[in-house]
């Protein structure tokens, strides 16, 4: 896996970045996040993988030819990108953050951890916050998702010891041993972060 960063500043009120490893249940953390605090919108992320069926351009993915794709890192657009053994390339286009900042409201970005700590290193407020689980939790969680073989779920595992290892490098930790308990702490910190930022939260 090889990633890049891009180079020009982004102003914008706040953004928060939620990483942790696979099966940690960041994405159904988030689902909770966006209920409680519907101003929250997930900024849609840009790949070179084909589109599928029932997929739309902007909804699930920004879909970006290979060309279009290395134009716009070498241009700066992408905030942080990531391209995986696949050879398909992931990342999140500045022009996201800024459209959703342009509307009112306040960016959520689900990453990978190498990219949480670049927009925490490049963007200046960005709160980064860290899903944990007890190994033995992820290890159940992958393989009732049942995506995955047993071969990439056992490397997953073993990804996920050294990710976990790497918590202390971000400002929060949320440890997800009970879904009602983790979406409550979540809540509370983007809550906490928003009024220290001096944005109004409405319920």
Known sequence: MTSGRAGRPLAV????VVTGPSGAGKGTLIRALLVRLPELEVAVSATTRSQRPGEEHGREYWFLGEDEFGA????GEFLEWVEYVSHKRYGTLRSEIERIAEQGRICVLELELDGARRVQEEVEGAC???IAADVDELERRLRERATESTGEIEDRIMIAHHQLERAHEFRYMVRNDDLHRASEVLV?????ELQLAGTIVGR
């Open 13 to 16: 009120r706040s953004v928060f």
């Open 188 to 192: 509370a910190i983007v809550e906490r």
């Open 128 to 130: 980064t916050i860290f």
């Open 72 to 75: 716009r890192v070498a241009a």
